[in-house]
Every structure is written in C-alpha cells, then in structure tokens.
C-alpha cells in the first residue's frame, strides 16, 4: 500500500518533520509520498493553481510516475491539503483506498469566519507582506502550533525552509484564492474516512472538522489541547487514532 501526505498552504513536505518516519516505522511495508504542490517546497519557482482541481490533476499526473503499479492509494491530508483530497476522492474515487483529514474545512459546508477565524486576518495579511523568513515563521507558528510556538529548534528549521524554497507572494495569493473558491460536492466521500481535528486550533474553528464528520457520519477524533498543524503538535496521537480507526476491536 502507498500512503500519499499531502500539506496545506504555503506549506511543503519537510514541514512533517518527522512524521512521516513514525508512520513508515508503524507500517514498515508501505511505501510513503509527500508530494509538493507548485509554488511550495522544491517547486517554489513554479506557479500555483488558483483551483484546488488544477491542484488534483497536477498530484494525479506526479503520482502517476511514483506510483507504478496504479494502485488505489490511502491519503493524509490538512488544511489545503485536505480541500484537493476531498476534490479528488469527488472526481476519482477509485483511485483513493481510505482518507484522513486534519482540520479541514470546506465552502458550503461551514462560513467563511468559522473557516479562518476573523482576529487572524490582521496577522496573515502582514505575513504576506513580511520580507524575512524568521519573522514569518514565527507568526504562523504562533497561529497553528500550541505546542512548539517557542520552540527555538522548530523556528530555526523552518526558517531554513522559507529561505531555501520561498513561498513568493504571488503564489501564496493564489494559494489563498483556490483555498478560498473551492466548494466541496455535497454527496458523501465513497472512501472510508476519519477526521481528526485539534481543540486548540486558532486558525480554523475546529467545530468545522465536528460538523463534517456529522454530515458525512464519518469516524472522528478530537485533540484536547493540539493546535491547527496538528502532525507537528501530535504526531504519535495521530498515528494511535489511524491505527484504531484501521484496526477496530
């Protein structure tokens, strides 16, 4: 089996530090991708899409040259990430095998205020306008970890990130766009799926990953004290609940 992680916005693959490493330790004979999007991590210099659909079909056409044997694969997805799986297992269904989304929330299913939380506008606006790479990855952070917001080491290799592979404005912008247009189809996904979210999410209103799992009656967890980047908060907490959710009693 493959599992394919996908990341939200402005984000890229090394910003799992370490998960992926723990779930391969947990299922030693699957193999694990962590594609970037365009604009993001190794592909800083190409330009996004400013449709989450454009974003399905550019991950469909990657996996096609990683995934030789074009086998249905299983998904772990947040944030933006979690908005081109939900586009994908819509469109394609049988090329997804299972599906995990981290605090997702999805246009005509939760407004616009419960989706980005209204006190964060000021802080990402000046993100986007903010020039040096510490001083962004500091603010975001302060809005999607509790529990390594301090934490020097986390800041630094982040920082490193955003100045080797810099998220450019434009692309951000467009990434914002995409995020902000996509409307999720109102049947319910055809995959098994489990949500999980973190109660102390400042970016997003976690109650939106509570609503869909109601409206998809899909199996659901919920972090007591985790922030929005959830897999950098909990990683282990995380990989506990797919082991449960695959492996019931």
Known sequence: MTW?????LMREQRHWEDFPARLAATYPEERILTPDFPGNGSRWQETSPTRISAMTDFLREELKRENADQQP?????????GMVATDWISRFPHEVRRL????????GYHPFYRRLKPENYPALLA??????PAQRERLLLSLTSQHHQQNPAVLDRFSSYAQEYPVTRKNALRQLSAAI?????????AVPL?????AKDRLVDPGCSLSLAQH?????????????????????????????WMSPP
């Open 4 to 8: 394919v992680l996908l990341r939200g």
């Open 73 to 81: 694969v299983s998904v772990i997805a947040i944030s933006l990430g």
């Open 100 to 107: 995990v989304l981290i605090n997702t929330s999805l246009a």
């Open 127 to 132: 993100q986007l306008w903010q020039r040096q």
């Open 181 to 189: 247009r996509f409307h999720a189809p109102r049947q319910t996904p």
């Open 194 to 198: 489990l949500i999980l979210a973190g």
């Open 216 to 244: 998809w009656k899909a199996s659901c967890a919920v972090h007591p004290d985790a922030g929005h980047d959830l897999p950098l908060d909990d990683p282990d907490w995380i990989i506990r609940q797919i082991r449960q």
